[in-house]
């Protein structure tokens, strides 16, 4: 694998449009940060897959990017230990036994104790152990209204839906293109339900990735020389249960989920 030996490594594969789509200022200045370990390649919405196939991840700090994950999580356990789980329950579509507080991710039971430490009967996935914690501490209870709406149409989701539809949408997309299988095994292993065709979809299907956090796909099949789409929605009341960045990170952790799945059936 090429590696990266400094910032002009990096800003050689960027546009160079000063877009400002990462949030940064200049190509430059998010080349410093990707090669600092500060974000990622990723974080650019206008590279091909191909390059971050073969370059993300890559940084002379990537230990940094951990520390940062660890401390964060640190912090969101310190929050929890100061909830009142048995409260807090009702309004999270959870309940509250023995010390922990139980609430489903993508139909299968996540425990959390007062210590803010998660067990399941299931192996736990680094990807969803932050919105998890994050869905406790500032999940409001607002009630599913059934209003579909884009990443984009989120409060926070104008400055994220393109990396979105990078790192989750178009994905996924390849994988539902190959993996036939794919969203009945969805329905099956996940507890998803095939709904109405939403917007004309050939499948419509809802996951909850948590209790009051519904997830909208809908896909349509490749036809008359047209090339397939898969487009993913939430509840209009997403961010009032769920931050934007972690709604984000729940989409992508779940396409690395279904990626491996499609790995172990030989479908790469």
């Known amino acids: 694998m090429t590696q990266m030996k400094n910032t002009m490594d990096v800003f050689k594969l960027l546009p160079k449009t000063n877009c400002r789509d990462c949030n940064d200022a200049t190509c430059l200045a998010f080349a410093a940060a990707v090669f600092q370990g500060r974000k990622e390649l990723s974080q650019?919405?206008?590279l091909d897959q191909a390059v971050y196939d073969q370059f993300d991840g890559q940084?002379?700090?990537?230990?940094?990017?951990e520390q940062d994950q660890e401390e964060a999580l640190t912090a969101l356990k310190s929050e929890v230990a100061r909830i009142d789980l048995a409260a807090v329950a009702p309004r999270l579509g959870a309940r509250f036994s023995d010390g922990k507080l139980?609430?489903?991710?993508?139909?299968?039971?996540f425990s959390v104790d007062s210590e803010g430490n998660l067990s399941s009967d299931i192996h736990i996935h680094g990807w969803v152990t932050i919105p998890i914690l994050s869905y406790i501490i500032n999940g409001t209870g607002k009630d599913i209204v059934g209003k579909w709406v884009p990443l984009r149409e989120l409060p926070g989701g104008k400055t994220w839906y393109r990396l979105f539809g990078q790192r989750c949408e178009k994905p996924l997309k390849?994988?539902?293109?190959?993996?036939t299988d794919l969203f009945e095994d969805m329905i099956h292993l996940f507890n998803g339900r095939q709904v109405e065709k939403h917007y004309k979809a050939d499948i419509s299907l809802v996951l909850h990735p948590l209790p009051k956090l519904p997830m909208l796909i809908c896909y349509w099949k490749p036809e008359d020389g047209l090339e397939s789409s898969l487009n993913v929605f939430f509840d209009a009341t997403a961010e009032e249960n769920l931050n934007i960045e972690s709604i984000y990170a729940l989409g992508t952790g779940l396409v690395r989920?279904?990626?491996?799945?499609?790995?172990?059936?030989?479908?790469?």
């Open 44 to 46: 650019c919405p206008h």
């Open 59 to 65: 940084s002379t700090l990537s230990s940094t990017i």
């Open 102 to 109: 139980t609430l489903k991710v993508m139909g299968k039971d």
């Open 174 to 179: 390849r994988v539902a293109d190959i993996y």
């Open 257 to 268: 989920m279904f990626e491996k799945i499609a790995l172990r059936h030989g479908l790469s």
